[in-house]
């Protein structure tokens, strides 16, 4: 951050509170609050962590558009025709059980193999 912003928040801050700095004053602070957001950064490991940012988020942004993709090229199951359940009669009664081919999802990623096993 800037020298800059830290003045203006400081400023803004004690001008809520009825203090007032001469500009001096308020240039030493700024600095002193700069050191600190410096500091407090490489204590924390926060200034290595905004480094890998934006190589994490384009990794990020890959998996998700290769799971877009797998998503959207997907077909339909042939077996429950797209439902997400079947009810199987076990023992007299109607159990919701999932889609053995799709496992309830409704579809299945293409190159899947076809049938149980």
Known sequence: MSIEYWKIA???SLGEHGIVLS???LS???VDMDNAHLMYGEATGLNVVTANYHASRQSEIDVLKAELK???DALPCEVCKGGTAKEIGI???LVPMDCWKCGG???YP???RRGRW
Do not use: L, S
């Open 10 to 12: 400081i400023e803004e």
């Open 23 to 25: 500009d001096e004053q």
């Open 28 to 30: 030493a602070v700024a």
């Open 70 to 72: 797998t998503e959207r």
């Open 91 to 93: 023992g007299g009664r």
């Open 105 to 107: 999802k409704g579809r």
């Open 110 to 112: 293409r190159g899947h």
